[in-house]
């Protein structure tokens, strides 16, 4: 087990959480991290592993796992429960078939129209929510629920980037499975991966 790999997935996965809570509870969208998490899920075929996010922009992630009362308790709980939620989504998604096709055909026509997006964050954040809504949410295969005050939630563009966010839950959980992330060894290797967050926020700092 590369400890190092399995720090670097629960980070954007922990990232991914903080993200929606934020939004969800403040209606604060960090577009530079969203639209860093959001590329994560167009990059299907990384060089390395550590090429999907850039650390820098796994700040929130990195602290909850090394230590997470340095975090808003409120943003702890609920960075929790999302990724609880994240390994079950991705469990019954990795079963269906027809929704992991048409997330490949939604990535590739993100890809090709980019370049003619002035609004590249937000296009990519439309365009993954319409998907999840359609393959994830409308056809029930699992629904998450999401806490926050009715204003964030009722607001058309933060539900936007939440459903896009879920889709970039899916992205990092199943990396975090691919680097060989599971319940059992991350519940045992809890001090190391503290060790190693603790390492990686140091490095980012000194830069």
């Known amino acids: 087990m590369d400890i190092n790999k399995i720090t670097y997935s629960l980070a954007a996965l922990t990232e991914t959480a903080y993200q929606i809570y934020n939004i969800a509870r403040n209606g604060i969208i960090d577009e530079k991290v969203v639209s860093a998490l959001l590329r ?4 299907v075929e990384p060089s390395t592993t550590e090429s999907v996010y850039p650390k820098s922009c796994l700040i929130h992630g990195l602290t909850y796992l090394y230590d997470m009362s340095k975090l808003d308790k409120t943003a702890a709980v609920d960075m ?10 991705t469990s019954k998604y990795t079963g269906e078939t027809e929704a992991r096709n048409k997330l490949g055909d939604v990535i590739t026509s ?11 964050c937000s296009y990519t954040a439309r365009t993954l929510a319409e998907w999840y809504k359609t393959e994830i949410f409308d056809k ?6 999401i806490y926050g005050t009715r204003e964030t939630l009722q607001n058309t563009k933060n539900m936007q980037f939440i459903r896009a966010l879920l889709v970039s839950g899916i992205r990092a959980c199943t990396l975090w499975t691919q680097v060989g992330g599971t319940n059992f060894n991350t519940l045992f290797s809890k001090s190391r991966i503290s ?3 603790h390492e990686m926020l140091n490095k980012i700092q000194e830069k």
Not at 40 to 43: A, D, S
Not at 80 to 89: A, N, R, S
Not at 140 to 145: A, D, F, L, M, S
């Open 40 to 43: 994560g899920v167009l990059k």
């Open 110 to 120: 993100i890809r090709k129209n980019l370049a003619n997006e002035v609004e590249k």
């Open 195 to 197: 060790i190693c967050s």
């Open 140 to 145: 029930e295969i699992y629904r998450i629920e």
């Open 80 to 89: 929790t429960k999302y990724m609880c939620e994240f390994i079950k989504l």
